[in-house]
């Protein structure tokens, strides 16, 4: 039996260059990293935050980020502040933060610190950047407490050393640092020694030598530390601030500012003495600075607050007196403070009514909602120093309602007809008046007024549409006004005064009738409303307004259209229900005459009734045979069989059964057994037919419901029988001629007779037994045709019995539709004759077992690229429920791909791809990036022709560099991830997928096109990455066009 067996050599695959098995080495390599990273209790490392403080006082513009972390927050007050967060105050701006530990840090403007701990003495640690900050250190039960400050990477321990609170200042400026005690005493622990320092000393930070003492030549006194001066600014006081210092000499330098840059200057000039008046023209707050006269010597810059406590001016507006209900008023202070944070206050109360208003800017929005006496008092707050108060008194009789109410219908000038039954007595009319400008705490007030009997009628009502009943024909005046329901007598102005008529004419006849019941097929079938013309001689040669609304009052109509020279109007109804119709009768004069409305139900047809149904009997038909495109491989290979199928060699049914002209659709449903659950086949066809793909063949029972135009399904119909058998013609086992042939050696040859089926492939098999189960793992199986010859020599067959048959099989399921008879023959031991009984009649070839054909290996091309290009990139992190992006980053990415290609056979691919990527840029000049990656993609499946799918390796170090206020962070994450990579060469186009996940979620798509031979190429690539860090997590998207210089050999 192994002599039907093919011997297929070993492949061979050439061997590879040094580069190559370095490469390969490298992957290997790439995966152990990979895999020790993924396993790794400590591959992704959880950062927990702990509370270093509060930030209290967030002016302007100050930022907050974590140290690791991607992008600046907007701080705001109350916002937690974390170990290793950097704080950043722009120009103008302040921020103040409260330590968990009890001290306060205030950060001038450009300020950067950051926020560290001293781990040996579990103490909060101020790294100082840039600019200066105030600290104060209060003293506690527990004893001195201590700060750390971090200078030029050099540590320092500050604390108290006498009774009561220190308040230091440190600056920062041109490469050293200087501390100032504004207030108590101090002491600084140095790697040199411990400075103590009174208000009177500094002491000069540098990088290059040890810190040093030095006694100020200016020591100030007051006043210092934020201080708040309450001062009466209004006119004809002279208030002022005294600022006191100490000092031996006698001249100086004054400085005083609104910034504490000392910018904005308010003073600056030289003084005598030991003090110095200000007199403020404003509240606000200052900083002031005091040196020797034409010394440059450095001195803390100070602050004080001037709050004014004078009643504040206020005003309102409109001034009054007459104020309106519903109506808002703007409370606003006058003369507000600069770079103050002062509270403003307005207290109102009307009546029983108390409310206590807040505002940081001073202005109130106040609406009068309910007539009465309000009382208005003012004031502001600033730390604790409270104003005078100032009152305003608004009062009750000058209130009103403010808009006049509008008349929407009915419409000045309307004539409304009333068509009055040809016999039978006159039945009053009504005119429904509705409004705009309606609230519902308001009631409305109608003035109707008869032109025939010079007779005002007044009407209130609650509700925006009033009735009235008119007892007489003729011609009116409406208008009307708004009311307060709580307070009847504050009334609004008069509306508009319009004219308006009621006409009587005979009623002529109508179609639909009053009442009527209309079924429509289709909810876009057509219906026709008809009249006749009004016999009034006035009414000649009139125009029509009709109108249907599915509101009696015609408040909404959805069909208002004017027709000239007809009495008859069709159009579709979008949906059913009751609706009402009239005709407005525009007279040559221009007078609009009303019709009465018309009730009409629209109604869809009654329900579908089932369908009854033929037994049918079919016999299968079969497609013309081709062979499948490429895409449709593709789809063969993605998707499953039942949405993978081509029409080769599928056979197929035609069912139809009677067809409904009330049916848009029809629900088909097809069974094994009447009894079935489940149906095999359900389908909803537009057509009243089905073609049925692939059946097998035996007996089925189906059923159909129609769906009509309304979308309503009707019952099932009682169940048909389908008898599905193949033609005679199509299911044709092939005949097969035996005979053996005895020459030296004995042969057995197999001839096919010349009816084989056209539809279905028809096969020779062999086999040991004759069941069922040994023909479908044959000895031997051959595909064959009318008249071909199959020849066996004896000496490959073991001796014994065998049987044949030929057979057709499905060519989409590959199982055997029909066989022809099993017939068997028998091999015996080999009988020797002499050579001269030996008489060779025809020469036999020699037959050798089937030997499948070997497909030659395919050289592909190794290709070494490099290219370069452009990227519009965007970057996120979120940390918690915060969010910053910083996208538009135009960056220069620079890569050199290498490609080695094997040897080609079927089902296997012997190839590599490596790729080196280097990206660098800047986003607006103030942050710059990098980021190198390496991956290796190897390629071990071909899925079809050019659909290639590997493993891959991803390496990659992202370095995010930023530079805020000329102080450089850097930040960088080391990543690896493993993953797959799918790629398809179509002509000069290459398509690549790729997707990893590790340390980082990674997805990349890539088009890369060929032109000039193939030694230039373009290229776009899209890329999304996203990993955690620090507790953030980092989004990061590019789009890449790049251009490229590729070798092929």
Known sequence: MSSLDSDNPPHTVPRGSTFDLALLTLSALSSLVFLFFLLSPQHEIATTLH??????????????RQDQDWAWFEGQVGDKIHFGDLIFTHENSQASVDLDWGQKIKLNSNTLIKIARNEARNISEIEIQKGHILATMPQTEAGKQELGLKFKGKSYLLHSSGKGKAKVQFKAEKGSGQLFVLEGSTELKTGQGNFTISSAQKINITNEGPATVEKMKVVPMAPVDDKTIALDLSDGHHSFVKLQWQSEEASFDLKIARDPELSQLVYSGPVQGLEYLFIPDSEGSFFWKITPKNETSSGPVLSFNVFAEQAPEISLDPPGPDYVLDETVLYSFQNLAQNLKIQYHLAVDSQDRHENLSSPDGVFNYTFSQPGTYIFKGWKEFKGH?????????????????VAPELTTPQDGQVDLYIQEKSGPKVPHSVIVSLERYERRHGVEVSLFSLKDKQERMLRSDDELTIIKLSAFGKYQLKARSYLKTHPDILSPWSKTISYEMKALERPNALP?????????????????SWDASPSEELLSAKYLFEIDDNPDFSSPSRQVVLENTTRFTDSIDRPGIYYWRTKIITTSGEVLYSRPKKVEISPIPPPPAIELQDLKLKIKFKQTHAPTFFQKLIQLFLSNALAETDEGQGYVEISWPQSKNAEYYQLQIFKNPNDKTAIIEKKLKENSFTWEAPHSGIFYYRVAIIDFWQRQGPFGSFAKIEIEYDSKDLMAPDVDYKQIVTEETAYLFTIGKQVSAV????????????????????????????????????DLEPGKYFYRTAIKNPKTGKVILFSPITSFRVEEPIRLPPKEIEIATPLPTLTAPVPEKKQPERKQNESSACYGPSEISLESTTGAKKATVDGLVLKTFSLQHRRSGLTWAGALDSFEANFFLEQGQVFSTESYFRSFFNLAMTTAKLAESLELGPLVHLEKFTYFDNVAGIQQKREKNLAAAGVVLSYDYHDFKFKLTGALGMASLITAQVKYHLLEKKYFLMLAFEKMSFSNSGSRVSYQALRPQIGLSFFY
């Open 51 to 64: 509370s270093a403080g509060t930030l209290q006082l967030s002016s302007n513009v100050v930022k907050i």
């Open 386 to 402: 409270l104003s005078k108060e100032k009152s305003a008194t608004v009062l009750v009789q000058d209130f009103k309602l403010s």
């Open 513 to 529: 009738e009053n009442g009527t019941r209309i079924e429509l097929e289709k909810p876009s079938e057509k219906v026709t409303f």
């Open 760 to 795: 279905f492939p028809s096969f020779f098999q062999l086999a040991k037994n004759n069941r069922t189960h040994a023909f479908d793992r044959p000895l031997l199986e051959k595909k064959i045709k009318a008249g071909d010859e199959i020849l066996l020599h004896k000496n």
